[in-house]
């Protein structure tokens, strides 16, 4: 998992390291000042879930939460 400033990508590899499934989710960039970037802590979980989902289910990883 890894969240970058504009979005949040999860992605999956096997054990030789070869890539299984990725997924990303843009969220929305806060500017209250020139200067100044915010997130919505609630949104970047809802991406966080939905691409962790996405990939396991490229990946045809069975889950459940």
Not at 19 to 45: G, K
Request: hydrophobic share 35%; aromatic share 8%.
């Amino acid at each position: 998992l890894y969240p970058p400033s504009s979005s949040s990508r999860f992605v999956i590899f096997d054990s030789n390291g070869k890539l299984v499934a990725s997924a990303h989710a843009e969220h929305r960039q806060i500017t209250p000042s020139p200067v100044w970037v915010e997130h919505d802590p609630l949104e970047i979980l809802k991406n966080v879930k939905h691409t962790m989902g996405s990939c396991l289910r490229k990946a045809k990883i069975n889950y459940s939460v």
